[in-house]
């Protein structure tokens, strides 16, 4: 039962993570989603000041609040004449920064701790179990059901919004969609998605479910529906895969899901150039005859 | 009614003035080229008319109102290297995106807007590439495909920025063709054009800009040697054509 809840929790942050990150693949913000998923630690450990719990609704709330503040800050800096990557790193590492100077003040003994944040510990999930409506799960894989409903929901809702503004934001600025709005809603699902992940696989590896099976579906997808898809398998395969690698080489699960994160895409990398190479040469081959 | 008036527009970026005092009014139904050298404030001006730019000052005015983006009036192709090519989606979903403006949010296309995406691709002569992905298309077909969007879009007034620049002479004609055919049916079309030696047979009403407008008016008032020597004023190496 614990590895069953151990495997649901890798799957369930390989697809979330896998819908949240097409569209930042698409809109070229990668860096902003690393910048996010450390500056959450400082709305997080706002929210445990202020509330003095650590309960996980009010977790949500910091962390979209501080992950729209560094989206506006990084905005801010730039549209000020500074470059984009120089306002990301200025204004994550400060965010950070003060998160794990107020965790060592305020909150140095709770179950708040640093090291937990950034590398989190996937094995730990199946013992902080919660109840609702009569189901008990572990508190992990209800707040990453309840991010992934977000998420989808959002995605639903908005999608051709999405689509438009991500594709060519002047012409949806000028038929009237709401570009900003969509935005920072937009960095408010990479926030939630970012907390729910923190548990399993912690801040550091979470940019690697981000990016990486999004980064995959993109050499491979013709239409973005089908990068949604592929992005969500390749999510779930990785975690799936590195877990029982982890197992049985007896290392780190989070570690080892992010090392197949990167091990799939080098996969479909060299496997994607070698049928180009392929199908070039026939292509030269049809010319000749 | 003019199409466009323009009252003293100005845009500075960084401090930097781009566009100082321009002034223009451009009466209905013109096929209109807005020339000037590079970095005259061309695309600047265009953004700063459709309303994209939080720090422009003045008056802009078209068909008497206010730009307001709901109300589907205005068509705008952006330059096709502005935006990224590599998007996976296929070129019927590119023109589509014209409707979207008609559907309202949370709505998706229906059988009508479909049909109408389809007609446009097929008036640019794209109809057997409907499925295509955009990547796949040479730099003509993807011009081609944003003036579909376009036409879907049903505007009354178009702003085309730089429609003609790395396409080959047939999606030329081809665009020019339909821009034609768009002031036969009483539309307005504002055209960034860098080719100097087709403006007079293109375009039956000229816009001079460097950093404010020169000149504006009927093409065979406006385009003439020495308002053009003002506009490029040493950059002009092309007198001999015109």
Known sequence: MIEFWVIVTGLLVGITCGIAGVFLILRKMAMIADAISHTVLFGIVMAYILTQTLNGFWMLVGAALAGILTAYLVQLLHSSGIQEDAAIGVVFTSLFAAGVLLITLFAGNVHLDVEHVLMGEIAFVPWNQWSLLGITMPKAVWMLLFVLIINVTFLVLFFKEMKLATFDPVYAASIGLPIVFLHYAFMTSISFTTVAAFDSVGAILVVAMLIGPAATSYLISKTIKQMFIYSMLFGALAAVIGYYLAKLWDTSIAGMMAAAVGMLFMIVLIGQKLIERKRKAHMHKLEIT | ?242
């Open chain 2, 1 to 242: 009614m003019y199409a466009l008036a323009v009252e003293n527009l100005s845009v500075a970026y960084d401090k930097k003035t781009v566009l100082e005092n321009a002034c223009v009014t451009v009466p209905q139904g013109h096929l209109a080229a807005i020339i000037g050298p590079n970095g005259a404030g061309k695309s600047t001006f265009l953004k700063a008319i459709l309303n994209q730019l939080p720090n422009k000052v003045g008056k802009v005015e078209i068909l008497g109102k206010a730009f307001e983006p709901k109300s589907l009036v205005v068509g705008y192709v952006p330059q096709r290297n502005a935006v990224d090519w590599g998007f996976p989606t296929n070129a019927l979903d590119i023109v589509l995106m014209g409707r979207y403006g008609h559907m309202g949010l949370l709505k998706r296309p229906s059988k009508q807007d479909k049909l109408i995406a389809q007609q446009a691709l097929a008036s640019v002569g794209m109809q057997d590439f409907a499925e295509r992905s955009i990547g796949q298309l040479s730099g003509g077909q993807q011009q081609r495909v944003f003036l579909a969007r376009a036409l879907a879009q049903n505007a009354d007034i178009y702003f085309l920025d730089e429609p003609f620049a790395g396409v080959d002479a047939a999606t030329e004609k081809t665009i020019i063709d339909i821009l034609k055919a768009l002031k036969v049916q009483g539309k307005s079309i504002f055209v960034v054009h860098h080719d100097l030696q087709t403006v007079k047979e293109y375009f039956d009403y000229t816009i001079l800009l460097n950093k404010t407008i020169l000149a504006s008016g009927a093409t065979e008032d406006v385009f003439t040697p020495e308002q053009l020597q003002k506009t490029y004023g040493g950059k002009l190496f092309m007198m001999q054509h015109v």
